[in-house]
């Protein structure tokens, strides 16, 4: 049975190195997978996962306008699993169309993101990810300041930590860092 997956984790927990990898031994068998990130993200050109570590590969975009459920129905060969990157910046609607893509398709969907935005609300995507998918799973980093498990995202803006603005702000010249629940109050900045 094919399932829905939900895999999340602090900046820098390697979720973007961990899809690379899954398509990569995927594509290894011979067999095809497809990838989608929205196109929200612009650390890099729009429509590319790629990892700190230097490795990147092509990706289809999301924007609000794009039929995932349809895409994927139409590729041929039919894709063995599907991956999104950065699944927290997805509606519900998006996240809607993987649940079909799972129970009407029969394809596996594994979508990787942050739980947490800097202000500790749940983005829209991971949060209809923690109510639909068959299996969560957290990918594990430790704090930027510390040796504790990074569990949220601290802005920090001209050295100083800000706690309040818009969940998405791409493109300024803030900095964000995985850190743990002490050092978001307390950051030794
Ligand atoms: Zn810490």
New binding site residues.
Partial sequence: MAQLFFKYGAMNSGKSIEILKVAHNYEEQGKSVLLFTPSIDNRDEVGYISSRIGLRKQAIPIDENTDMYSIVKNSLPKPHCVLIDECQFLSKDCILQLVRIVDELGIPVMAFGLKNDFQNNLFEGSKYMLIYADKIEEMKTI??????K?IMALRVENGKPVYSGKQIQIGGNEAYYP??R???KNPPL
């Fill in positions: 704090c930027w300041f510390c040796e504790r990074a850190v743990c002490k050092c978001h």
